[in-house]
Nanobody, 131 residues
Framework: QVQVVESGGGSVQAGGSLTLSCAVS????????VGWFRQAPGKEREGVAS??????????PDSVKGRFTISQVGPKTEVSLRLQMNRLIPEDTAMYYC??????????????????????WGQGTQVTVSS
């Protein structure tokens, strides 16, 4: 069984920074990708960053590229992920979720950032950016 736990959300003014953390426990054979997603009220859940925990390859959409950075810390037996968010804007306000999954076959940015690619989800952490 894989467990995912997020931490680090909070409130910040526009232009500020926040760092979210995600701890993934469980047998690594059950996943090879960890992703960060967000969902604002009334909107679909969207992927904002993902990482292949075997290769370190990262993916992010254009909406956050250059502002959000995902990184992996620690050994594969106890994976810890960070999402560094800089130059935050009010549109970044959302519940942020960390998720883990096993993606096989052709891996594209779209696949790695799709919520359907992930099976194990955390409870989420709120990020609020005020103008």
């Amino acid at each position: 069984q894989v467990q995912v736990v997020e931490s680090g959300g909070g409130s910040v003014q526009a232009g500020g920074s926040l760092t979210l953390s995600c701890a993934v426990s469980g047998h690594h054979i059950n996943y090879n990708f960890v992703g960060w997603f967000r969902q604002a009220p009334g909107k679909e859940r969207e992927g904002v960053a993902s990482i292949n925990t075997d290769t370190g390859t990262t993916y992010s959409p254009d909406s956050v590229k250059g502002r959000f950075t995902i990184s992996q810390v620690g050994p594969k037996t106890e994976v810890s992920l960070r999402l560094q968010m800089n130059r935050l804007i009010p549109e970044d306000t959302a519940m942020y979720y960390c998720a883990a999954g096993r993606i096989i076959g052709t891996i594209t940015s779209a696949v790695s950032l799709s919520r359907t690619s992930y099976y194990y989800w955390g409870q989420g952490t709120q990020v609020t950016v005020s103008s």
